[in-house]
């Protein structure tokens, strides 16, 4: 199973990114799927769900509101659509199977106040 995250990038204070995360494998439509961050000094967090079976999706109350997780199952793609960005969003993004030792390579996400 290969996850390949893209997306990252520089914005400002306030501004929008969009992440992808392409999975391979037989693994990704009937499984929860997750974005993680990790900011420098600090331990990962999970940022956002979506559950598998359409089991829906939840929010790190950091997040809430701005931040809305989705999934492609025909693509095998998972999206995290950030908004309102703030400074403290600075961190590498992962997107993982949840359950499994499944990790992408991170893509790294910079706001500037």
């Known amino acids: 199973v290969q996850l390949v995250e893209s997306g990252g990038g520089l914005v400002q204070a306030g501004g929008s990114l969009r992440l992808s995360c392409v999975a391979s494998?037989?693994?990704?439509?009937?499984?929860?799927m997750g974005w993680f961050r990790q900011a420098p000094g600090k331990e990962r967090e999970l940022v956002a769900v979506s559950r598998g079976g359409g089991g829906g999706t939840a929010y790190a109350e950091s997040v809430k509101g701005r931040f809305t997780i989705s999934r492609d199952n025909a693509k095998n793609t998972l999206y995290l659509q950030m908004n309102s960005l703030k400074p403290e969003d600075t961190a590498m993004y992962y997107c993982?199977?949840?359950?499994?030792?499944?990790w992408g390579q991170g893509t790294q996400v910079t706001v500037s106040s």
């Open positions: 993982a199977v949840i359950g499994f030792p499944y």
């Open positions: 494998g037989p693994i990704f439509s009937p499984n929860s």
